[in-house]
């Protein structure tokens, strides 16, 4: 056991699963138990609890928690004394910001928040949404939804809801229409202002974070190597798009080179085409585990 250990929250529940995976392509294996609120992690500097995102800032501004990851919306809700070390843009789903939203029945007259003045508004959110309305000195009545906060307009217990979503499929299913944008949220990693300030403990969030976002960023991109000859290199060289210029080597045959680049995978189907065209032969396309 480490002379020294960081208290790590790994938020419960919907993140859980995607941020088990993207530690492991970090570089830290997290080994979960049934009902096991303490999962095992093979690096003896981190204890990692399990904590759901909506409590996790006040656990960690408490300092029960040395560090975690949470959504910015609950930060917000708790107005939780925190620091916010980056933002870490990943979900279940799409892999982009969530929004909070404000949403009311399809068929219903209120076009605009002004509409709701003196409806009820369902939300799990209470304390944003409140300053939401009290911000835009609309007098509205928000109660705390206990779940299926969509079904509430639907089964009539509320006017409008604040919901959050990512493509909101689940708000059309149910036949709701998206009236304001309350609050862009996404995953952030945070710490204890006392630990920030603990020289060991800020270096181990500090390379957390740089190994998360670096197996973040290796998610949208891949790794191509190939083989040009001479004569069509600047043909070639001149297609590749790369975060720095492409690794160019002489190959033992004096006519031939070896390049190697790294380019978005959204760019990959139409590029190799056109550097096959160009004359690359023996085109690999790899995947990457972290881009730093």
Known sequence: ????????????????????????????????????????????????????PQEMPRYVADGVLDAGLTGKDWI?????????????????????????????????PYLRPEDLAGRRVATEITGLAQ??????????????SWGATEAKVVEGLADAIVEVTETESTIRAHGLRVIDEVLATNTQ?????????????????????????????AGSLVGLKMNVRSSRLREVIDLLPSLNSPTISGLRDSDWHALEVVVSIEAVRDLVPLLVEAGAEGIIEYPLNKVI
């Not at 300053?131 to 705390?144: C, D, H, L, M, W």
């Open 189 to 217: 990693l945070i710490a204890n202002p006392a630990t920030w300030a603990d020289p060991w403990k800020r270096r181990k969030i500090e390379q957390i974070n740089l190994l998360l976002q670096g197996a973040l960023r």
């Open 131 to 144: 300053r939401y309305f009290a911000s835009r000195n609309i007098p509205v009545k928000v109660e705390y």
């Open 76 to 108: 917000m809700e708790n107005q939780a004394d925190v620091q916010v070390v980056s933002d870490l843009i990943y979900s279940k789903v799409s892999n982009r910001q969530a929004r909070w939203v404000l949403a009311v029945a399809g068929d219903s």
């Open 1 to 52: 056991m480490s002379a020294f250990s960081l208290k790590f929250g790994i938020p419960k529940g919907s993140l859980e699963e995607a941020t088990i995976s993207l530690f492991a392509r970090s570089g830290w294996k997290i080994s979960m138990r049934a009902r096991n609120y303490f999962p095992e992690v093979d690096d003896p500097e981190l204890a990692t609890r399990l904590c759901r």
